[in-house]
């Protein structure tokens, strides 16, 4: 009976608000227009009223000498360049929960814009998190929303931030949606937000008996009578009342924020860089952007199915003519250069060495060279096989088993391989695997980027089956395909060279080609660190009973 009562006191809340807020607003109306009947101050006049408090701006801050010093701030509007919180809630409800969900919540839009703070918090969430599991919110949290903060960090808070000794931010939205973040990325030492009630691994989508989190209560409550050193908020009086408390305030003007071009931060200077992360969503899903998303999902779905059907039953040039039609830009450079076997040489394929970014790269490469390739891949689910219109091959990860597998597919044509064994979204090459390179020394290396603007094509902890549709479902898809000169007998096997001394080549040859930076990481971190597991999609028809 929780659960019923609770809801009712929320609904019971929200009405109270609407008519609370009619009425202020009639009101309001009346005062302004009061000067009609016999008021002789016009309403338009300025007020000669002074604010109660008045700090300097964010940029006044000097960040010398300040390695002992402590600081207290929020995370909305001070360290981020938004106060809107819509947008994270909007993310844990649709890569968390579901499309039902984060509907549900673009619905709530209208009501949102006449509550107060408070209670628009309540409400958005009561519908991003009811019936939520705890693990989900946990991936969210590590694996999606990371990159949308930092790419919504304001530099010049984040400087006052990391010059301090002790950092401590207080926020009214649920701690769990920024403390992974502040903590890992902003090394952060405590972060006092609002609590959520959980019921077993789920939560409940109310608060829990601690309440609402007023931030000037709780920095009172959390320092007592001593001050921290520095506090940063934004103009409004809720966080005037907060930094009041501390020994020096500033204040992150939104005028600074969207006109200076000292706030924004660039990828360079991210306190930790951001090379996994996971989620469909390829922007910020604001109010507006939302509902242009869901607009655009219907005929995203059949542009989608469009886009593949072509792929599998018309000829390549057609099929190139017919997706460019739809809004999809292929940029192919280098493709008339081709390598194949010489005559006088034993008849073997030329071995494609692709960075890669999805599963469609083999197909594009392909569609680029018009002639039939042989893609060998880790991990394929069933779906992607059948829609393939190109021959793939899946691996065992036994290396014995592997090398032997491609040496006969390179005697009868042309193959592709990704050393990187999985994909990666961000400028960065993970390590190349070694084995491609003592298989074949008719080598060419081949460089593939991707752009996106709704989707991203690549998941790791949710359906692989559905990653070329969510491509394909972009407005307008971008691929780029460079196939760079074959590689140089001196520089392959067959010269001399070791094994991991080509693929340490080729990754650094295809990272120049692309701006991209090579690493050491490899599929098992990335899929460790998104999904909890190695990546792995078992096989059922091997299984046995």
């Known amino acids: 009976m929780v659960l019923p009562v609770e809801l009712i006191k929320l609904i019971d809340l929200v009405w109270y608000q609407l008519l609370a807020n009619s009425c202020h607003r009639a009101a309001r109306k009346v005062r302004n227009y009061g000067f009609l009947f016999g008021n002789s101050s016009p309403p338009n006049k300025p007020s000669q009223q002074q604010p109660p408090f008045s700090f300097p701006s964010v940029t006044k801050c000097v960040l010398e000498g300040r390695d002992s010093a402590t600081i207290a701030c929020d995370i909305f509007g001070a360290l981020l360049k938004s106060q809107s919180v819509f947008p994270y809630f909007m993310l844990v409800a649709f890569e968390g929960g579901s499309v039902i969900r984060a509907f549900l919540l673009l619905l709530s839009c209208p009501i949102l814009l006449v509550l107060d703070y408070e209670l628009k918090l309540r409400v958005m969430i009561f519908i991003t998190f009811c019936g939520l599991r705890r693990k ?226 083999p197909v594009f490469l392909s569609t680029s060279l018009c002639k039939p390739l042989t893609a060998v891949t880790y991990s394929l689910s069933k779906m992607s096989e059948i829609i393939a219109p190109i021959k793939t091959v899946r691996l065992t990860r036994d290396r014995k088993k592997d090398g032997e597998t491609m040496q006969k597919l390179l005697s009868e044509g042309d193959l592709v391989v990704c050393p990187e064994g999985t994909t990666c979204r961000e400028p960065y090459l993970l390590r190349f695997s070694s084995l491609f390179a003592e298989l074949a020394d008719e080598i060419v290396p081949v460089a593939i980027n991707t752009n996106v603007t709704m989707f991203y094509g690549t998941t790791a902890s949710g359906l692989k089956c559905l990653d070329p549709i969510f491509f394909l479902m972009n407005p307008r898809p971008g691929y780029y395909v460079e196939v760079l000169g074959k590689l140089p007998k001196d520089l392959t096997c067959a010269g001399g060279k070791s094994s991991n001394e080509v693929a340490n080549y080729i990754q650094r040859k295809l990272a120049d080609a692309l701006g991209f930076e090579c690493t050491t990481l490899t599929r098992k971190d990335k899929y460790l660190m998104l999904a909890g597991n190695e990546g792995i999609v078992q096989d059922n028809k091997r299984k046995k009973p």
């Open 136 to 361: 989900d919110m946990e991936s969210v949290g590590r694996a999606v929303l990371p990159k949308f903060y930092l790419d919504n960090l304001n530099l010049q808070a984040y400087e006052v931030l990391a010059s301090t000794g002790s950092k401590f931010v207080f926020t009214s939205v649920p701690r769990v949606m920024v403390e992974g973040f502040l903590k890992e990325y902003l090394e952060v030492d405590d972060v006092i937000g609002t609590e959520l009630q959980t019921v077993g691994h789920y939560f409940t989508g109310f608060l829990s008996k601690s309440g609402f989190l007023v931030k000037h209560r709780a920095l009172k409550e959390h320092f007592g009578d001593k001050k921290p050193d520095v506090g940063l908020g934004t103009s409004s009086l809720h966080d005037h009342l907060f930094i009041s408390l501390c020994k020096e305030a500033y204040v992150v003007n939104k005028e600074d924020s969207k006109s200076g071009s000292n706030s924004v931060m660039p990828r360079q200077k991210y306190p930790k860089p951001v090379i996994f992360h996971d989620g469909r969503l390829a922007f910020l899903p604001t109010p507006s952007a939302t509902l242009a998303m869901f607009m655009w999902l219907p005929l995203g779905i059949i542009l989608a199915i469009f886009r593949i059907s072509v792929g599998i039953f018309l000829p390549y040039k057609i099929a190139l003519f017919l997706v460019t039609l739809t809004g999809l830009n292929l940029s192919a450079k280098g493709c008339d250069n081709s390598t194949s076997a010489k005559p006088d040489q034993e008849k073997r394929g030329v071995l494609y060495v692709c960075t890669h970014r999805t599963l469609l790269d």
